[in-house]
């Protein structure tokens, strides 16, 4: 029985599911740093 398929389906859900997570991660960061800096610019 070959292996292959479900190893190199695995790899690609992780680095798929960790891809996804820096997006998301970095889309959060910056609406949180615009609303920090918006914060900051009113008197």
């Known amino acids: ?3 292959w398929p479900f190893i ?3 790899y690609a859900l992780t680095i ?3 891809l996804a ?3 998301a991660s970095l ?3 910056r ?3 615009a609303r920090a800096d918006a914060i900051r610019r009113r008197p």
């Open 31 to 33: 609406r949180a740093e």
């Open 8 to 10: 190199v389906a695995a």
């Open 1 to 3: 029985m070959n292996h």
């Open 16 to 18: 798929g599911g960790t």
């Open 27 to 29: 889309v959060a960061m």
């Open 21 to 23: 997570l820096v997006v």
